[in-house]
């Protein structure tokens, strides 16, 4: 059970680049998360999904596309990248039937946007 | 106010007990977390209380709510070096909301 997995665990983009990050999570879960790490700023939600093919903006969805197109996947895309981009994103994920609602998270993907 | 408000940092020394601040906004909220994030890592549950209860004790961790005055804190009996990290607190509303972070760090 690898629980909530984030790929890639680092990357430099440039600015105007393209990438997507990769979310898997195995514990059949219908909500998956996508947060942001800024320093002094906590985490802060982009987009969410409550079951597969339905996504949702958060609080800052601007400059970011998500998919889910597979139930044990949820993809966040960066179609033009910016320096304020820069960050570290983690992927979350619950269920259901978790009874706390609690959230399960990725170890994260350090991004740096040139 | 919309933010969850936290202290942004403690330090202690070891063996003694650290209590992390936080001030919520939604009285409706169902859960309320505590979460501990450790260095270049994601964050892990570290322990949660339902909102009609006051208080939660689990081995070390001792949680305490307020509901009138929407107030949360977690006190860290004998806190060891170990316990260095960043203490997020979160109120379930639709989503999770997070406070920004405190930062405890524990010296020899």
């Known amino acids: 059970n690898a629980g909530v997995t984030q790929t890639p665990k680092f990357r430099v983009l440039k600015t105007g680049q393209s990438m997507t990050l990769l979310c898997a999570q195995d514990m059949n879960h219908e909500y998956m998360y996508w947060y942001r790490q800024d320093p002094g700023m906590g985490l802060r939600l982009i987009h969410y999904s409550v079951g597969e093919g339905t996504t949702a903006k958060g609080e800052v969805p601007d400059g970011y596309n998500v998919s889910r197109l597979k139930k044990q996947n949820f993809l966040l895309g960066l179609e033009s990248a910016a320096p304020s981009q820069t960050s570290v994103y983690f992927c979350?994920?619950?269920?259901?039937?978790?009874?706390?609602?609690?959230?399960?998270f990725g170890p994260g993907t350090r991004l740096t946007v040139l | 106010g919309e933010d969850v408000e936290q202290s942004l940092f403690l330090s202690v020394r070891e063996g003694d007990s650290s209590v992390i601040n936080c001030t919520y906004t939604?009285?409706?909220?169902?859960?309320l977390y505590w979460y501990k994030q450790e260095p270049g890592a994601g964050l892990q549950l570290l322990t949660y209380?339902?909102?009609?209860?006051d208080m939660k004790q689990d081995q070390r961790l001792t949680v305490l709510l307020n509901k009138k005055d929407k107030h949360l804190s977690l006190r860290i009996a004998d806190t060891q070096t170990g316990d260095s990290a960043i203490y997020f607190c979160a109120e379930k509303r639709s989503t999770l909301t997070f406070g920004k972070g405190t930062m405890l760090l524990v010296s020899p």
């Open positions: 209380i339902f909102s009609n209860m």
């Open positions: 939604d009285s409706s909220s169902t859960y």
């Open positions: 979350a994920s619950t269920g259901v039937t978790t009874v706390t609602d609690t959230q399960y």
